[in-house]
């Protein structure tokens, strides 16, 4: 007996329906991707890594890597970063989602925790992509006040001596990653040595001691 054509028709979209209720409707990738030039990059405690599950909401977000470098993601749960690059984060949650999803599209993307400091409008910690450069850093903190010198921007990290030193100029087109910024540092925007703000008070005190100067040799 011959089917009629609508029965046929049901036939192949069942056949062609997804294997489980939880896969991702709609034409999904056979491969995960890594954002970027950042797939070797190394994770480190502080950074903060945007993980993108293609049309699954619930297991795409932010999250921190902490202390340990550990990250808590839904139902796969504690995930160790340590020592591993982007790449290799990527594939872990690939391999883990694989047991819920067909093909799960997973993108990861690297930002960095940094504490930018000194003559700034808005000092305070900013989440950053490596991709960016310090000079876009520190215009997220408002860019340097009058009395920022941009031409001496430091980077310092753990508090310690050591000091990477850079001109804007020459460097502003070069990357965190590049330059090897990294969570916990701190971009510090250091004061003029001598300010247009310096100037009007040395006036001022000039003008004091002349009148004091000349209050005494009238008397």
Request: net charge neutral; no cysteine.
């Amino acid at each position: 007996m011959r089917l009629p054509l609508v029965a046929l028709v049901v036939a192949a979209s069942a056949v062609a329906a997804p294997l489980t209720a939880q896969d991702t409707t709609g034409a999904i990738p056979t491969q995960g991707i890594v954002t970027g030039a950042t797939t070797g990059y190394v994770v480190h405690p502080g950074d903060v890594l945007d993980i993108h599950v293609w049309g699954q909401d619930a297991f795409s977000g932010k999250f921190q890597v902490d202390v340990n470098g550990m990250i808590q993601y839904p139902v796969i749960g504690d995930v160790n970063t340590s020592n591993l690059t982007i790449a290799q984060i990527r594939d872990t949650l690939r391999a883990g989602l694989s047991q819920i999803f067909t093909t799960p599209f997973v993108t990861v993307t690297p930002l960095f925790r940094i504490a930018v400091l000194g003559e700034v409008f808005r000092p305070g910690l900013y989440t950053a992509d490596p991709t960016m450069t310090v000079i876009d850093v520190v215009a997220m903190a408002g860019g340097a006040n009058s009395s920022g010198n941009m031409s001496k921007i430091r980077v310092l990290r753990g508090g310690k001596a050591t000091e990477v030193r850079f001109d804007a100029g020459a460097l502003g087109g070069r990357s965190l990653a590049e330059i090897g910024v990294r969570s916990g540092d701190e971009i510090v925007v250091p004061r003029k040595s001598f300010t247009r703000e310096d100037l009007g008070i040395v006036l001022a005190a000039a003008q004091v001691a002349l009148s004091v100067a000349i209050f005494i040799a009238v008397h």
